[in-house]
């Protein structure tokens, strides 16, 4: 009875600066919630063989696979740009699974327990936070979006203390690693040179094997960071998603969505959403994810100066023009985005107000993002009587010149639409729905929202409902769920 685990061990390779052996701390009684068994397909697992209580047992961390040699990994950040070592203080990475020899995956449990960069918490992580970044990580995912992933759920069958008795939970993460900003951050900070070089060296190797021979590593890897991270963050304005706690520990270096805490996503268009209790200043709203993302990447750029040149000066200026690159190519990528979004093609001075002038009415109207594009696409939405707007019906006009200008036909513009704009979104309150159920042992809406969210290019029946523009609206928060 083989599940197919390989694991090899890479980063447990490093030294004691990079992170401290620990294992697991095992659980009173654990349950199994969830099992994401298309992801263990494109791992090579196979659990299909393995009962409940065994599964239990192995997504807790009670019974670990053979070939692992669990780690904390040690990592700081800047936490809304305050500067703190942190360090996985209840996450435990078992290790890395190998599929076909060549491609590496973390598997790492989140909620596992104390480890010493726990700071005073208690290791442990909750029912509903862990199933959230469940389902909004598929959700990211299904949508073509980097990020990592969710293999299972399990309740631990233990209380974890928070405002109140809450159930606990360990999520078991997949990734390509978890190389982090703040990864870079905490290595700079101990000014041991040797050591940067070797965490250059090991990333480079493990995510950018094109510049392993280069002159200019370090510059040419912030370089690749930066073009992946500016996709990444064009992809989260694509489809309205605010990751919320955009701190720089929660930035992984492969280009993934890593760390869903607050994150949710936009309903009506307002670039100053904030849907985070704890963000009082906006500072991770929807519209300030590029400007974070270029300040993050400047943190970054920083732990490399070192190895960029010897000389700080000739380092700082070329690590400069390196970073303020970064609006040109957001602009670039935002633009050819959005016209994506609206099926265009061909170049066209004016696309850009075209664009602004559809996004500054859904502002003043105060319209849903992601129904919007739908109703231009054709598709029935949950309120049509908003498009009847004059304003809309002449903007819509200008659109539809613009649309046919290129000599392309509207099934061809349609399909590039239908290609990059969700039909269906994690709806907050379906997301809430789904976790208050769960809470309560029903998982029945949970599998349901995930089913629906694994789809959202495609046309399903009966969704309408998860097409509704959250009615918690102005009022839904989120928490960062510790
Ligand atoms: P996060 O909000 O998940 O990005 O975590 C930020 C930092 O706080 C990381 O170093 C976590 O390991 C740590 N942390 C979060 N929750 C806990 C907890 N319950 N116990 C120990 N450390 C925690
Ligand atoms: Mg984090």
């Given at each position: 009875m083989t599940i197919g685990w390989h694991f090899d061990n890479s980063y447990s390779k490093l030294s004691n600066n990079f992170k401290e052996e620990i294992k697991p701390t095992p659980v009173d009684n654990p349950e199994l919630v969830i099992l994401n068994k298309e992801l263990a397909n494109n791992l090579n697992l196979d659990f299909s063989k393995i009962d409940k209580k065994k599964l239990s047992e192995i997504f807790s961390g009670n019974s670990l696979p053979e070939g692992t040699k669990s780690i904390a990994q040690a990592y700081a950040g800047h936490q809304f740009g305050h500067f703190t070592m942190l360090g996985d203080g209840r996450a435990v990475l078992l290790g890395e699974h190998l599929v076909n020899k060549n491609k590496r995956f973390d598997i790492q449990f989140k909620g596992s327990g104390k480890t010493s960069f726990s700071r005073g918490g208690d290791g442990r992580a909750v029912l509903g936070p862990m199933l959230r970044e469940y389902i909004i990580s598929e959700a990211i995912h299904a949508l073509n979006i980097p990020t990592t992933r969710s293999l299972a759920v399990v309740k631990t069958g233990e209380k974890v203390v928070r405002e109140s008795l809450l159930q606990g939970a360990i999520l078991t993460r997949v990734a390509t690693s978890h190389i982090r900003v703040g990864t870079f951050q905490y290595i700079a900070a101990t000014q041991n040179i040797d050591d940067l070089k070797t965490l250059v060296d090991y990333t480079v190797d493990r995510h950018y094997p094109e510049i392993e021979s280069s002159k200019t590593k370090a510059l040419d890897l912030l370089n690749l960071v930066m073009e992946k991270q500016c996709q990444l963050v064009i992809d989260w304005m694509r489809v309205g998603f605010i990751h919320g706690v955009m701190n720089t520990d929660n930035m992984a270096i492969s280009g993934e969505t890593i760390d869903y805490g607050p994150c949710a996503f936009m309903d009506y268009y307002d670039p100053k959403t904030v849907f985070s209790s704890i963000d009082k200043f906006g500072r991770y709203a929807f519209s300030n994810q590029p400007s974070i993302t270029k300040w993050n990447l400047t943190r970054f750029a920083e732990c490399l100066l070192p190895l960029i040149d010897k000389n700080q000066n000739k380092a700082i200026e070329l690590a400069t023009n390196k970073i303020n690159s970064f609006e040109k190519k957001y602009q670039e990528k935002w633009l050819n985005m959005m016209k994506n979004k609206l099926g265009l093609f061909g170049v066209d001075k004016k696309d850009e107000f075209l664009i602004q002038d559809l996004l500054t009415w859904m502002h003043q109207k105060k319209v849903d993002y992601t129904n919007t594009f739908c109703h231009l696409m054709g598709e029935e939405t949950?309120?049509?009587?908003?498009?009847?707007?004059k304003y809309f019906q002449d903007w819509k006009k200008r659109w539809n010149e613009r649309s046919t200008n290129?000599?392309?036909s509207r099934e061809k513009n349609i399909k590039l639409m239908r290609s990059v704009n969700p039909i269906v979104i994690p709806r907050n309150q379906k997301v809430e729905e789904a976790l208050e159920e769960a809470n309560l042992n029903n998982f029945k809406l949970l599998n349901q929202l995930v089913e629906i969210l694994n789809k959202p290019y495609t046309k399903q029946e009966n969704i309408s409902i998860y097409q509704i523009p959250s009615i918690l609206n102005e009022k839904y928060q989120t928490f960062c769920g510790t």
């Open positions: 949950q309120n049509e009587k908003i498009y009847e707007d290129n000599n392309n």
